[in-house]
Each structure stands twice: as C-alpha cells, then as structure tokens.
C-alpha cells in the first residue's frame, strides 16, 4: 500500500468534520480500534456530511455504495473521539466519491475512499444537474 498524498493527511483539505465518540467495544484484543469499527466510524461520518450537504428532495432516487477502500495508517485507541473529515472527491455521470480521513489526537490514523452510485426505477442513472452542482459545492481542497 502506498502512502496518501500529503494532502489526504491535513484536516483543512475537507470541507467538513465530524466528532465521533469511540466506544469499549471497538477495541481488538490488542487494544486497538478494530477495522470493523474503524469503517463504522466512517460510515457515521458519511452519513452526518451527507445530511450536512442537504442533498435532499430526490424523491425516487437512492444512493448506493459502490466501493469502500479503508487505508489504515496508524493505531486508534479508546476513549479518545475521532473526528472524521469529509469531502467530495471526483463527480462523474452517474457516481461520485466521499474521501474522508479519521484523526486522533491531531494524527491521521486512517482514509477511506468511498464511490456511491446513483439508482432510480432499479437501475443507475445520471446525476441531476442540481445534485451534481450541490456536490461540487463540497469538493475536497487538494
């Protein structure tokens, strides 16, 4: 695996963060956040940017995860809260990307690079000129 861009790395790249508390059961034996729990963590944070973007009023649209990819770069630990730090990436006809970084005390401990689909009427379908704009709106700063 090769290293993120610097980038990746610095919490100002993402237009949006997200405080989320970390819990007992998250921890493997070793005492570490464990990667289950690290996408859970991720996927919290996607959820909250979502709402947070307020791409809402699709009626008959769904969005659907295409893809995950979860690059772990350091230890997390328990109690400490991760803020989860949220951006778009790319935006094509019918899928974007959510890059997202999880840090701790100041660390990035871990990315994730997410494509989500488009669905309408059973089938993947190109994106609303307004929902694409909306997405522009909240690209990531590389």
């Known amino acids: 695996m090769s290293r993120p861009a610097p980038h990746r790395l610095d919490p100002a790249t993402y237009p949006h963060r997200e405080t989320i508390q970390t819990r007992f059961q998250d921890l493997d034996v070793l005492g570490h956040i464990n990667n ?37 770069l350091g230890e997390g630990f328990f109690p400490d809260d991760v803020e989860i730090a949220s951006g778009i990436g790319e935006v094509g006809k019918r899928s974007w990307s959510i890059l997202a970084a999880a840090f701790q005390k100041g660390e990035c401990i871990a990315t994730a690079d997410v494509v989500l689909v488009m669905s309408a009427s059973g089938g993947l379908t190109e994106l609303p000129p307004e929902f694409r704009a909306g997405l522009e709106a909240h690209r990531i700063r590389a």
């Not at 947070?52 to 769904?62: E, I, Q």
């Open 36 to 72: 289950v729990a690290m996408a859970g963590l991720f996927e919290s944070g996607r959820v909250r940017f979502n709402r947070a973007m307020n791409l809402t009023g699709w009626s008959g649209h769904r969005w659907l995860v295409a893809k995950l990819e979860i690059n772990y």
